[in-house]
């Protein structure tokens, strides 16, 4: 479910970027074309609309289900409901009354469809040691020395969840897709953000984002988006700097999307790895995601508490 309180700046925004985009859509209309999926009036696939991708199926496989890759529908049946009983147990971000009940994707046991065993390949050699730094740095530090010490997340910055690449999560698993000649503008739910991929054959920038510099165009009825030049503070699953991800959107029929993405870092992974879920059409609305940039009160918190700690600890 998607409880979030509506702002009038916020929706005002919004409603301002999306007019913006549509007045440089206003093109003369394509001559008509015979197409199982719908087209925009210029002739492109249309993938403009509000998509839902929430489902259970995690993004690796569980290893106690091995090579497994796919459930009967008893087992896909009785693995939802444990689903259900342990995050009532254990997840504490949000009650169930938040959470989207969405079952597996086509009773699969993994988004990743490549390796086959559906796991995220072993880091380098390199990566591990990183890893291993950066993690002995934390215990030596603690947990809020500092608010750089603190998740992208909890900083409200960027979330895992919301991409790139996008992410199935407990709630907020809604993407709104924007259509013109000259872009494609991807409006996540979750966190708020929204990426424009310029579609005019123009080259990656050279500036490092948040979000990677993103670019796209058509193969077939597919819209491929490639996007590198990440910066080295936006790790997805131990990636680095030279994370180069490409994302698939093809409208299999006019309710779904496959969503396709494949990430390469050979400084983090041994090998490239991909993932696919479903996306589906809704007519539900998206709201916004009220966590302030910074997150500045519960930053505030945080800290203050942690210093309250230590104090306590050193009597």
Known sequence: MHRRLLTWFGMLSLAIAVASLATRAQT?????????????PWGDPDLQGVWDYAT????????????KGVLTDEEAAAYERQFFERQKVGFNTAGPVWWDKAGLANRRTSLIVDPPNGRIPALTPEAQKRAAALAQARRERGPADTVEDLGLGVRCLQFATAGPPMLPAMYNNNVQIFQTRQVVALFNEMIHDTRIVPMDGRPHGTIRQWMGDSRGHWE??????????FTDKTSFRGSDENLHLVERFTRVDRNTIEYRFTVDDPTAWTQSWSA??????????????????????????????ARAEEKTADR
């Open 56 to 67: 259970m199926t995690p993004l690796e496989r569980p290893r106690e289900l091995a090579e």
């Open 276 to 305: 696919a879920f479903p996306m589906h059409a809704t007519a539900a609305l998206i709201y916004e995601y009220a966590c302030h940039e910074g997150n500045a009160l519960s930053l505030l918190g945080i800290l203050k508490s």
């Open 28 to 40: 003369p209309a394509a001559s008509q074309r015979t197409s199982t999926s719908p087209r925009t």
């Open 220 to 229: 077939g009825s597919t819209l491929v988006v490639d996007t590198v030049n």
